[in-house]
Nanobody
């Protein structure tokens, strides 16, 4: 069982930055693939980024095209925490951001991960 808690959301002007955190319970965080999704009002939830640990200092990350070059996903297994650094924010980035985790990277990537947080609101004013 894994519990996920997001934090770091808020109101920011366009062009600004925020860093989201996702804190996980449990002692096997390093075994999980994790990712970020978002859902804007009236829209379906969409994939933002995912990351998994391959051992040592090697991580594999991938991103949705609309955040490449602006967002960076990372994780600290020792702290059981995943991060999403968001730069050059745009009004269209406004959404509730959720973190997800699963043993299967494919499950996380497809949005069918077993564990989800409650979400944190990000609002970007133009």
């Amino acid at each position: 069982q894994v519990q996920l808690v997001e934090s770091g959301g808020g109101l920011v002007q366009a062009g600004g930055s925020l860093r989201l955190s996702c804190a996980a319970s449990g002692r096997t965080f390093s075994s999980y693939a994790t990712g970020w999704f978002r859902q804007a009002p009236g829209k379906e939830r969409e994939f933002v980024a995912a990351i998994s640990w391959s051992g040592g200092s090697t991580y594999y990350a991938d991103y949705a095209d609309f955040v490449k070059g602006r967002f960076t996903i990372s994780r600290d297994n020792a702290k059981n925490t995943m991060y999403l650094q968001m730069n050059s924010l745009k009004a269209e980035d406004t959404a509730i951001y959720y973190c997800a985790a699963d043993y299967s990277r494919a499950a996380v990537r497809s949005g069918s991960g077993r564990y989800w947080g409650q979400g944190t609101q990000v609002t970007v004013s133009s």
